[in-house]
């Protein structure tokens, strides 16, 4: 789960995305010219940029540029219109990770953010104490987690890397796997997911695995507070 901002003037194709990616557990902003995007990234920086070249007032490269000279190390997916080669040189020039022509498919750009969102995973540290239930994310701040939610997050931190079977977390919450209703755990896991997301900048991956469980990649780096 990712803070993403979707910068396109197109607003039929901003909502699409942006919907698409709520549904996904992202949480979505979006921008129809360059002015409202720096606006939404002064009040809080994303997690992953989305991004439209041919933009009202200017070229989506010109902004891209501007955060790669500040340092910002958020990722960077650029749609455009043209698919000459050279145009994708000058983007990954500019700072781009990703680029897409329009008309842009859902499920290529779904697969693309998925790797996106796990390469940024990767260059967080994140510290978890399960006695106090407090998962401290990178940027200081710290989660505070229910009872339950602590048991299941200790469940899929101490499996790094391997997917935790619903069975095994729904027996570590104390609960008969054949009494307990699986639409629970779905909304235990989504409450956790969305607990990391308001509370974090960088995105934890916590990824499903359907009708088997839920993992941690394992090149997340955790320690103990």
Known sequence: MAHILVVDDES???EEIASSLRHLGHE???A?????CRTHLMQR??????????????????LVAQLRERGERCGVLVF???DASQDRIHGYEAGADHYLTKPVRLEELHAVLETMVWRLSLQ??????????????PSKDHIHFTNTEAMIFKCLV?????????????????????AYDDRNLDVMIMRIKKKIAANSAAPLVV????????CIPHNVAFSEL
């Open 12 to 14: 039929e194709i901003c």
């Open 28 to 30: 979505v902003r979006t």
């Open 32 to 36: 129809a010219n360059l002015a409202t």
């Open 45 to 62: 920086p994303a997690d992953i940029l989305i991004v439209d070249r041919m933009l009202p007032d200017g070229d989506g490269l010109e």
């Open 80 to 82: 455009t219109a043209k």
């Open 124 to 137: 967080a540290e994140w510290h978890y104490n399960p006695d106090t239930h407090i998962l401290k994310t």
């Open 158 to 178: 101490e499996s790094l890397g391997l997917v935790v079977t619903r069975t095994a977390i729904v027996k570590a919450i104390g609960k008969n796997p054949l």
């Open 207 to 214: 990824k499903t695995v359907h009708g088997v469980g839920y």
